[in-house]
């Protein structure tokens, strides 16, 4: 109200449809309690008469009541809105719930949802479909992540002449990668199994979930049984799957995504990998460095698109190294295949110029959406976009239904999914006490390409888009001591604080294991640490973490007080005599 003035409010309201009676009676009402509060106050006000008056328990109540009267007001409205949506299931809702909480899914966000209310002594019931563990474990971080450490070794290997050993260049046996990637998978497995999940006191079931009311789900067994469990909350976790561009000809080569690529068990000589994201930028720097001839298309003008622009060009530097053919600026017409021996081919076109490029596997990353179909939103029209709609606390528009993870978005990250599964798990367990925001304000991530980018925070691109004002700090990783030793002296870590003071605003850092150096960006934004701080902070001689000391010292030498120092000069010089 103390922007936008009532007189704008209703001369706006008088270009609507709504009737002026309807109008007339709505304000009315809408203000009547709002003038008894104020009038209620005015009237304490004007009858005090002395200083003690002022102290009186009916004037205290009256503005008591003024400061309470906002919150009881939003109670009122969230009750009515309430009451609307839940209309249509009057008759649904049981008299009492077999459980607290249903949570359908069981990657990152399932599992840490039910995992709290298991721990607060919920009774929880969690559903899964498939597998235990999710994409994250099953068809994303953890097979990538294994994939690229084969690819690491394998890159090493071939390059042993540089730290002075015999180069190894025989071919990559890659069944037996694959295999590896099984077993990293097996031996994670047990931290998401269900037998963890019961100890731990979760009532896990296999299953298909679809939602039949705001309060019970109807599952699907794999034997084709029904079973309907109902709850007092329920959280959505259902995750996201790869997005097929509608390119014409993709289903009849048989591209492969993130979903099926693990299983390949013959290394492809040709590799195309559509998408210059972070997934698609591991995959294509992987895959060339185990071997094959990779040529990976990016629609945009550059890869990581979402980085600053060096961070970029130093990603198709790095993969352009290790062979990668990148076509970035290049958009993806069509595919096929040749009569006769069956060739696959893609078209690509860039500058108005087409190009065709032939392979024998087609991986594509273009990106990740989320679930949002075959499990009852529909029916219970809960709104969707990209992602499940929910508000600020992760609730859907029934207050007793919340998404966590790559199904709520607006991030793919398992860290992030299993952040936001905290406040899901506690505000449906205990939101009628206190429900809480989800927190997006430092947000860390990272690509595992070599080197690897990590970032925290702001970036300049994103300081620009949000015209914010910062100040850039660099420090090259090529001057690192430690680097220099482990022969992985490139990259830079640049930081962005607020001009003239060391509070930081984000943080990138490229180079060898720049996701672990982030952390003590991550920790200091979290808790407000600033610049001169880490730089009082004693780091270990050598390592690579010295980096972020390095940038803080950096920051600290922009900032000498130049004046105070010639001083400080003239002080030595009388000393000296
Ligand atoms: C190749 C690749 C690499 C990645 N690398 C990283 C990385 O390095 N770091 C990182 O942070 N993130 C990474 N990610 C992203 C990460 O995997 C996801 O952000 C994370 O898995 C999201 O977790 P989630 O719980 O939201 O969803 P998911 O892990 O997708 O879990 C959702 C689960 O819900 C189940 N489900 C869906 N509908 C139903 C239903 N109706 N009934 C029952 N069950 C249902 C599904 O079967 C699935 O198991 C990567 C992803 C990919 C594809």
């Known amino acids: 109200m103390p922007l936008v003035p009532f007189f704008v409010i209703n001369l706006a309201l008088g270009l609507t449809t709504m009737r002026a009676a309807t109008f ?43 400061g309470v009267f906002p919150l009881i007001a939003r109670r009122i409205v969230d009750a009515v809105n309430r009451r609307k949506v839940y209309a249509r299931w009057k008759a649904a809702r049981p008299r009492r719930f077999d459980r607290n909480l249903i949570v359908i899914g069981a990657g990152a966000a399932g599992l840490v949802t039910s995992y709290i209310a298991a721990a607060v002594k919920a009774r929880v019931t969690l559903v899964e479909a498939h597998r235990m563990g999710g994409d994250c474990l099953n068809f994303g971080c953890v097979p990538s992540k294994a994939l690229i450490r084969s690819a690491r070794l394998a890159h090493q290997m071939r390059h042993a002449g540089e730290y ?39 009532d896990v079931v296999a299953g298909h979930a679809r939602l039949v009311s705001p309060w019970a789900v109807e599952v699907t067994r794999s034997d084709g049984t029904l079973q309907t469990l109902s709850a007092r909350s329920i959280v959505l976790a259902t995750g996201a799957r790869p997005v097929m561009p509608p390119l014409p000809g993709l289903a009849d080569v048989g591209a492969l995504t993130s979903d099926t690529l693990w299983g390949l068990r013959t290394l492809p000589r040709r590799l195309v990998v559509l998408g210059g994201g972070p997934i698609g930028c591991e995959l294509a720097q ?39 053919e990148v076509l970035a600026g290049h958009q993806a017409l069509r595919c096929g295949r040749d009569e006769g021996e069956g060739t696959k081919f893609i078209v690509v076109e860039a500058a108005g110029g087409e190009r065709r490029i032939e392979f024998d596997a087609l991986i594509c990353a273009v990106g ?29 528009i029934y207050p ?15 860290h992030v999914a299993a952040h936001q599964a905290w406040y899901a798990a506690v505000n449906a367990l205990f939101g009628n006490l206190r429900r809480f925001k989800a927190d997006y304000a430092v947000i860390p991530q990272a690509t595992f390409i070599a080197p690897e980018v990590a970032r925290v925070g702001l970036n300049e691109r994103e300081a620009a888009d949000k015209g914010i004002a910062v100040e850039v700090t660099r420090y090259g990783i090529d001057d690192l001591d430690r680097a220099i030793a482990d022969g992985a ?17 984000g943080a990138t850092i490229v180079g060898e294991h720049a996701a672990d150096l982030i952390a003590e960006f991550v920790l200091a934004m979290k808790q407000g640490i600033g610049l001169n701080r880490i730089l009082g ?17 950096e920051w600290k030498r922009n900032h000498a007080p130049a004046k105070l120092l010639e001083w400080v000069a003239r002080y030595h010089a009388w000393r000296r005599g």
């Open 24 to 66: 007339y009676w709505v304000s009315q009402l809408g203000m009547l309690a709002g003038t008894v509060v104020y009038v209620n106050a005015g009237t304490q006000l004007a009858r005090i008469e002395s200083l003690q008056g002022i102290l009186s328990p009916a004037l205290i109540g009256s503005f008591v009541l003024l």
């Open 489 to 505: 002296a490139q990259g830079f870590v640049k930081v962005l604080t607020v001009p003239g003071k060391d509070r930081i605003l």
């Open 286 to 324: 992987a895959f060339a460095r185990l071997g094959s001839q990779v040529t990976q298309v990016e629609m945009l003008p550059r890869l990581l698109s979402r980085e600053d622009a060096e961070v970029s060009d130093f990603a198709r530097r790095a993969l352009e190294r290790d062979g990668v």
């Open 368 to 396: 990740r959406v989320a679930r949002l179909e075959g499990y009852g939103l529909e029916e219970l029209g809960i709104p969707t976009g990209r992602t499940i709609a929910t508000n600020e606390y992760l609730e859907t």
């Open 537 to 553: 902070t004693i780091h270990i001689y050598p390592t690579l973490a010295e980096a972020n000391k390095y940038a803080a010292g």
């Open 164 to 202: 002075g050993l015999a180069p190894h260049d025989a071919p990559v046996d890659f069944g037996a990668v694959m295999a590896r990637i099984e077993r990293v998978i097996a031996a994670i497995e047990p931290h998401d199994s269900v037998a963890r999940y019961t100890a731990l006191g979760v």
């Open 400 to 414: 007793n239904i919340y998404a966590a993870g790559d199904a709520a978005g607006p991030y793919q990250f398992t």
